[in-house]
């Protein structure tokens, strides 16, 4: 794999990191727990963002104090609501994780199945489908901000952290 497309790669996913942690820091207390559950989307978008860069899906296990409510089918909520420190310690968990997968992706890794009950993808279109689901809820959260509290972060076009 080139690694200048890595870094590209790692750029864009960053940026979108990076708005997730900005939209999490600019939610007041009464929006995180408030009707939308804006806690449970971040919840929701993080731990995907974990699952999706497991290179081993069927052995995925998310970091204490994390469970699998995010598999029910019945779409069961975790037991409790999930503070933004617990949530911004998660996110830089798979920030780190996602990080590594990246700037380490190689041909074989790019093409190694990514296979669950719902899909059958290529690490490589699993990851462009991770950005995308990052993005998509970064937008309602935005928009929730907007709506709750005259004002949301801005755009980031490319990530600034490195490990």
């Known amino acids: 794999m080139n690694a200048g497309f890595n870094e590209i790669m790692w750029k864009q996913f960053g940026a979108s990191i990076d708005m997730l942690e900005n939209a999490i820091s600019s939610c007041p207390a009464d929006v995180w727990s408030g009707e939308f559950k804006f806690w449970y989307t971040t919840y929701h978008t993080i731990f995907f963002l974990d699952y999706y860069c497991s290179s081993d899906p069927a052995n995925f296990a998310p970091p204490a104090p994390f469970g699998f409510s995010e598999f029910d089918p019945a779409g069961v909520l975790p037991e409790r609501v999930y503070s933004k420190n617990e949530l911004l ?25 990514f296979i669950n009950q719902f899909s059958d993808y290529t690490m490589m279109e699993m990851l462009i489908y991770n950005l995308r689901h990052i993005q998509h809820h970064v937008g309602q959260l935005n928009l929730v901000l907007r709506q709750q509290t005259d004002s949301a972060p801005g755009w980031v076009s490319q990530g600034r952290k490195s490990y």
Request: aromatic share 12%; hydrophobic share 40%; with cysteine.
């Open 89 to 113: 310690d998660y996110l830089e968990f798979a920030r780190k994780k996602c990080f590594d997968l990246l700037v380490g992706l190689t041909d074989e890794l790019a093409n190694k199945k």
